[in-house]
T-cell receptor
Framework: AQTVTQSQPEMSVQEAETVTLSCTYD???????LFWYKQPPSRQMILVIR??????QNATENRFSVNFQKAAKSFSLKISDSQLGDTAMYFC?????????????FGRGTSLIVHP | ETGVTQTPRHLVMGMTNKKSLKCEQH?????MYWYKQSAKKPLELMFV???????ENNSVPSRFSPECPNSSHLFLHLHTLQPEDSALYLC?????????????FGQGTRLTVV
């Protein structure tokens, strides 16, 4: 079974600074997908960024980028130029194709607070 | 808005009550999911439906009973719940579970069992 570990329950950052959220996972699969989801206080979870394991290039989406280290099974999220609206819970998720089904497995989440 | 709507947003129920949570999506997705989100725990997958057929039941107690009448609607019927069942229940959908497409989530139902 896959597991996803987010070792930082809470993080805080000053507005306009950079913060990195960590995520590690455990799997025996070679082909899989990794995601970061954001859950603001409104509770609706939205996708931030996605990475395919077969791609060596790290995914980027505007101020959000990942550092994907496949050998280390590490998938950290970097948020640059943090904004107050980035305050949210961030969940790392793994999606493998074991048995032909892709069901996301989530970590416990990291609560990020951006201070003005 | 992600296109996945859950009702009600909040629910308080006694341990002897029967209630239902509703999830609706009109994204054309064929896979729908129920997750339980408790404080300081990973999201726990409860049920998966793919093309209206239940494909996963993650050892969920029988006091939780899912129903998927069509690809757009998913229900979670609740009866004789326990206080430890209090949590945020999230519904999600994706194109289908045999493809690694992203999941779209609803806003959740905050359930309190008293």
């Amino acid at each position: 079974a896959q597991t996803v570990t987010q070792s930082q329950p809470e993080m805080s950052v000053q507005e306009a600074e950079t913060v990195t959220l960590s995520c590690t996972y455990d799997t025996s699969e070679n082909n899989y997908y990794l995601f970061w989801y954001k859950q603001p206080p409104s509770r609706q979870m939205i996708l931030v960024i996605r990475q395919e394991a077969y791609k060596q290039q790290n995914a980027t989406e505007n101020r959000f980028s990942v550092n994907f280290q496949k050998a280390a099974k590490s998938f950290s999220l970097k948020i640059s130029d943090s904004q107050l609206g980035d305050t949210a819970m961030y969940f790392c998720a793994f999606m493998g194709g074991s048995g032909g089904s892709y069901i996301p497995t989530f970590g416990r989440g990291t609560s990020l607070i951006v201070h003005p | 808005e992600t296109g996945v709507t859950q009702t009600p947003r909040h629910l308080v129920m006694g341990m002897t009550n029967k209630k239902s949570l509703k999830c609706e999506q009109h994204l054309g997705h064929n896979a729908m999911y129920w997750y339980k989100q408790s404080a300081k725990k990973p999201l726990e997958l409860m049920f998966v439906y793919n093309f209206k057929e239940q494909t996963e039941n993650n050892s969920v107690p029988s006091r939780f009973s899912p129903e998927c009448p069509n690809s757009s609607h998913l229900f979670l019927h609740l009866h004789t719940l326990q206080p430890e069942d209090s949590a945020l229940y999230l519904c999600a959908s994706s194109q289908e579970w045999t493809a690694p497409t992203k999941a779209f989530f609803g806003q959740g139902t905050r359930l309190t069992v008293v």
